[in-house]
């Protein structure tokens, strides 16, 4: 994988791990199927290895590929966010294992809590990324009434509606509760800080 990454193995370290490697990994599970990664994992054969591992990396390539033009999409979809709270978009066929990527895109450039959905083999489901403050799994109790099923953690959550004519509903109940809960204070990014240092104490 590193070979077919272009990296020496003297050059293994937490950056090409979590830049290089783990998003080739992970692609699998994002548009075919994790076992084709664990396949390369557990293989002792170095041809098979090998036909694996560019696999992977054509995948990768395939998953970047189907990310920027999704995601080009979504921007558009929100266009001006103006003063909306919380964004929702729905994309038609998005792969369900690129949509977390495109909330946290969204949440990151609008500083909004962001749910991503693709309509897909008949389902409506998505992702959801969330900023400081604002905890989503809460959210979505609140919007319980428009999901046949949700869960996850006050940053992320994983979603899917009762049925593909909810999307509006869904949309209204989360902006509201967002709006409710929300501060126009909140949705300005804020940059942490440690400690300030001169050039001389550094």
């Not at 490697?21 to 990664?37: V, W």
């Not at 709270?85 to 990151?108: F, N, Q, R, S, Y």
Request: charged fraction near 20%.
């Amino acid at each position: 994988l590193y070979t077919v990454a272009g990296i020496k193995p003297d050059h293994i370290t937490p950056g090409t791990i979590g830049f290089q490697i783990a998003p080739r990994i992970n692609a699998a599970g994002r548009i075919d199927h994790a076992n084709e990664a664990l396949k390369l994992l557990r293989t002792t054969d170095a041809d098979e290895a090998t036909h694996l591992a560019e696999h992977l990396h054509a995948t990768n390539i395939e998953r970047q590929r189907l990310v920027f033009e999704a995601t080009a999409q979504a921007m558009a979809m929100v266009g001006d966010v103006g003063d909306r709270h919380a964004i929702v978009v729905c994309g038609d066929g998005w792969a369900p294992g690129i949509v977390g990527l495109i909330a946290t895109k969204l949440k990151d450039v609008f500083h909004r809590p962001a749910i991503a959905l693709t309509r897909h083999s008949g389902k409506v489901m998505g992702s959801g990324r969330s900023i400081d403050g604002y905890h989503i799994v809460r959210a979505l109790d609140a919007c319980r009434a428009h999901l046949a099923g949700y869960g996850g953690h006050p940053q992320a959550c994983g979603l899917t509606l009762v049925s593909p004519n909810a999307v509006d509903a869904f949309t209204a109940a989360f902006a509201q509760h967002a709006a409710d809960a929300l501060r126009d204070a909140d949705l300005t990014p804020t940059l942490a800080v440690d400690a300030e240092l001169s050039l001389r104490d550094a």
